[in-house]
């Protein structure tokens, strides 16, 4: 069974945080460099990708704990597994083998789930980052014409990213936390020209952030604007996750429900940030702000960002059982 078949039939579960799980492993520098990266010259603590490599073992009971607790979709740990995004490490030439290693983790885990549970399929999206540069802002206010990086560098190193995701068994796509669509479109040509390549199509989910309370994306998108820029590439799902918590996030994904002839996805932060930088809302509070979603029939996956945990999912989980979910015109679903 496919990933739009279960879609049609219920609300999906996606996981939550890996970065907020991987915290608490108290991992040292040890841990990242691993008898790989031993004699690099530069501190590689906060490579969180590079876990997949080093300590697989980690990054792998993270995922069977997000599919203890319910659910149907993990997310590879690749988040920042583009060569744009490694070059800060001097890795910038490990990016297919990090992100190909990461996706056999994550399959291998949910494989595990479904032989012991068939019903219950689970699926491995491969997480695409937004990378640490943006194709439409300058990073110089006084050059305000000047970009960090092209189109077709962001294109090429996307396409290596994908290639090791889809060499390592995802089954679907996942472009997220988009804070410039541009990028995201950079993302998406190189997922399609790929596609083109090897003919193997794999489903694309999409999701964006919007930034703060005046409701756009960092490069200065409504949710309207960005649903209408992404509208004529076969996308799966659109959605929002990231920055905001559920109660914030919530009129832009209604926006986006309303709108949308795709299956939508949210997948919030646990709140929004405390003084310290920490996430303080609990499964039960995120839950209670979450089931507005489900009662509202706004969405088809429904996840944690920021600060969830596999308490968080499970208690999303409990709201989407059994619960009938967001309809779309067939006609105009993905096929």
Sequence with gaps: ??????????????????????????????DFRGEFFNESKIDLKGNNDLLSLTRPDVIQEIHEQYLKAGADIIETNSFSGTSIAQSDYSLDHIAYQLNKASAKIAKKAANKFTKQDPQKPRFVAGAIGPT?????????????GYRAITFDQLKDAYKEQVRGLIDGGVDVLLVETVFDTLNA?????????????TEKRIPIMVSGTITDASGRTLSGQTVEAFLISLSHVPILSIGFNCALGAKQ????????????????????NAGLPNEFGEYDQGPEAMAKEVSSYVEGNLVNILGGCCGTTPDHIQAMA??????????????????
Excluded at 2 to 28: C, F, H, P, S, W
Excluded at 185 to 197: C, F, G, H, N, P
């Design 132 to 144: 640490n540069k943006t194709a439409s802002l300058s990073p110089d206010v006084s050059n305000p």
């Design 1 to 30: 069974m496919n990933i739009q078949q279960q879609l049609e039939k219920k609300i999906l579960v996606l996981d939550g945080a890996m970065g907020t799980m991987i915290q608490r492993y108290n991992l040292r520098e040890e």
């Design 318 to 335: 409990e709201i989407v059982d059994g619960v009938t979910p967001r309809l779309l015109n067939k006609a105009e679903a993905i096929q």
């Design 249 to 268: 996030l919530y009129p832009y994904v209604k926006t986006l429900s309303e709108q949308s002839n795709r299956f939508v996805s949210a997948y919030p």
């Design 185 to 197: 479109k950079a993302a998406l040509y190189a997922i399609q020209e790929l596609a083109d390549e």
